[in-house]
């Protein structure tokens, strides 16, 4: 079964065993990961119980994304075998939510009778309630109306990871980068009040969480519009006892300011990892995809990061071939893989969506053999830039936060570092959710191996 959500592998609640089960399979985000727990947390109260297993299921829900169109072909191919499914089990409920269920509404179900319902973005919080109207009077539902109400309970016990959670600090995008879809999708940007965000946090900390990921499609300009900065955020999280990391994802360069670089130096919980999406090295692309910044100044915030936090790494987010785009603007593009060496990267080759600033408006011209050929090139050109980093990374110790068992090899396990880089390494299963001390002493490209040690921290 594609993409199945770990969230739906924690145990059942206790009070519901025996109601109606759920299965939630999520495409896509870190976002649409928590929206899956929210959704969890509404369908226990609802009085659903969940399973990860579709024969056992009253419901199947698939949370969706519509970044990619291959995110899309998963879906719809998975809905051709939910069909299959539900001929010859009638009863099982079958939804859609999420990003696609937005951009899609209605030709969803006009496109698939064998699926029940259709929810927005904004109306995973009534999940029970329209799965209930699905089972009771045998109807089809769309909710795609929902007001984007950035409060929605969560039960800290539903989280599918002990140590580690992810917390929603705004929904939504005011920017229009023109090949983005996300704000047709999730509305415009909202922000969570700060005092609401604390006390989610305290919660979630007083469980047992060590690590909390802010998310927020420009994270970095949280609270902008009511007077506040991301900073503010920072500077509490960095007093709460029992908190040891914090990190927060997406960072758009326009949103990055002296303010939020001097937070960041001042909280050393932040870690030494910061997402910074360029998304091409030439100021035409860049202006053609209404990004807001130029290479320049890109270039500046990374150097003003480093200076004021020592060790910091960067990843960012690439598209290839995007409208328009020369052999000398992708030439650009590999030199600013040189001059930031980010640690990781995201690199896609460009796919025009519906529903876009850009579709219709400016024309995909660059010819997919062109390309795949620059995508190629990039990603060798980061790899080298990867590997050649690991590499200098033999012998040195860091802190681990242990996240679980290697999907390869049952005998090791894996956890990041506080630069957020994969690390793996043989240990006992009762080490997961800990911190511990490894020392590399192996590099790959994408993962480094190592050995757990006592000594400190280097
Ligand atoms: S900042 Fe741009 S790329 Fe990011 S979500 Fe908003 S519109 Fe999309």
């Known amino acids: 079964m594609p993409g199945v959500n770990d969230a739906v592998l924690s145990p059942p609640p206790p009070g519901h065993a025996g109601g109606p089960k759920v299965l939630l ?7 649409n990961k928590l929206d899956a727990e929210l959704m969890a947390t509404a369908l226990r109260r609802g009085g659903y119980d969940f399973t990860d297993r579709d024969e056992e299921a009253d419901a199947v829900m698939l949370v969706t994304c519509s970044i990619r169109d291959q995110a899309e072909h998963r879906v719809h191919s998975h809905l051709g075998e939910l069909a299959q499914l539900k001929q010859r089990r009638p009863e099982l409920a079958v939804g859609v939510l999420g990003c696609m269920a937005q951009r899609e509404g209605d030709a969803l179900l006009k496109r698939w ?16 309630d329209i799965l209930d109207e699905v089972r009771a009077d045998h109807t089809r539902v769309l909710a795609i109306e929902g007001a984007p109400d950035v409060r929605t309970p969560r039960d800290p016990a539903l989280r599918p990871h002990k140590a580690r959670a992810f917390v929603s600090v705004m929904r939504g995008c005011h920017k229009r980068c023109t090949y983005c879809v996300v704000p047709k999708t999730r509305g415009d940007e909202v922000s969570r009040p700060m005092d609401d965000i604390l006390t989610e946090c305290r ?11 802010l998310l927020g499609q420009t994270v970095n300009g949280w609270g902008r519009r009511e007077g506040r900065s991301l900073g503010d955020l920072l500077a509490a999280l960095q007093e709460m006892d029992g908190l040891q990391r914090v990190r927060f994802i997406t960072s758009h360069p326009e949103e990055m300011d002296d303010a939020l670089i001097e937070a960041m130096a001042a909280c050393p919980k932040a870690g030494l990892f910061l997402h910074l999406p360029p998304q091409s090295g030439s100021d035409a692309v860049l202006r053609r995809m209404a990004r807001g910044y130029t290479v320049a100044r890109y270039l500046q915030i990374v150097e003003q990061l480093r200076a004021r936090v020592p060790g910091i790494e960067l990843g960012g987010d690439i598209i290839a071939g995007f409208c328009g785009e020369t052999e000398d603007d992708h030439q650009a593009t590999l030199a600013l893989l040189d001059a930031v060496r980010f640690s990781q990267a995201y690199i ?14 400016l024309d995909d011209d660059v010819p997919d053999e062109v390309k795949r050929r620059r995508l190629a090139e990039l990603l060798t050109r980061q790899n080298e830039i990867m590997l050649e980093r690991h590499r200098g990374m033999l012998g040195s110790v860091h802190e ?3 996240e679980g068992a290697s999907r390869r090899d049952a005998t090791r396990l894996f956890g990041r570092t506080l630069a957020f880089d994969r690390i793996v390494f043989p240990g006992e299963p009762e080490w997961v959710d800990a911190l511990v001390s490894v020392q590399v002493n192996d ?5 480094l191996s190592g050995e757990r040690v006592a000594a400190p921290v280097a």
Not at 25 to 31: A, D, N, R, T
Not at 205 to 213: A, F, M, P, R, S
């Open 348 to 361: 896609f080759r460009y796919s025009p969506r519906p529903g876009t600033p850009a579709w219709g408006r």
């Open 25 to 31: 399979e999520v495409f896509g985000c870190q976002m």
């Open 443 to 447: 590099a790959t490209a994408l993962t």
């Open 400 to 402: 681990v936060l242990v």
């Open 113 to 128: 009778p064998s699926l029940d319902f259709v929810a927005g973005t904004r109306d995973f919080p009534a999940v029970a």
């Open 203 to 213: 919660a979630l900390v007083d469980d047992g969480v060590q690590e909390l990921t």
